[in-house]
């Protein structure tokens, strides 16, 4: 049975920084893509960042570049999302995902989710 467990949101300020994690289990980690996506309350599920089964192909949303680093560390099986200069636009309840398959430029289409973190970004 596949889990994907996400920690390390909360509550912060405007221009504070959050590192969020997902741990994974039940599955061979190094062969899975992993993502993070976030839903803000009346709006769409929507993609923020993923990388590649290897850490050496990552992506993100426009919104979050160069604020936000996704990473891995395969011998954990784990994966990473580092926050930075955090907005209140930012706020939303974050899912980590996982996908066996995600060609070079195609969407990340996640196969597994986890059951999200909230993080609120207070102005």
């Known amino acids: 049975q596949v889990q994907l467990v996400e920690s390390g949101g909360g509550l912060v300020q405007a221009g504070g920084s959050l590192r969020l994690s997902c741990a994974a289990s039940?599955?061979?980690?190094?062969?899975?893509?992993m993502g993070w996506f976030r839903q803000a309350p009346g709006k769409e599920r929507e993609f923020v960042a993923a990388i590649s089964a290897s850490g050496g192909r990552t992506s993100y949303a426009d919104s979050v570049k160069g604020r936000f680093t996704i990473s891995r560390d395969n011998a954990k099986n784990a994966v990473y999302l580092q926050m930075n200069s955090l907005k209140p636009e930012d706020s939303a309840v974050y899912y980590c995902?996982?996908?066996?398959?995600?060609?070079?430029?195609?969407?990340?289409?996640?196969?597994?989710w986890g059951q999200g973190t909230q993080v609120t970004v207070s102005s």
């Open positions: 039940g599955l061979t980690f190094s062969s899975y893509a």
């Open positions: 995902a996982a996908t066996l398959w995600w060609p070079v430029a195609t969407r990340f289409i996640p196969k597994y």
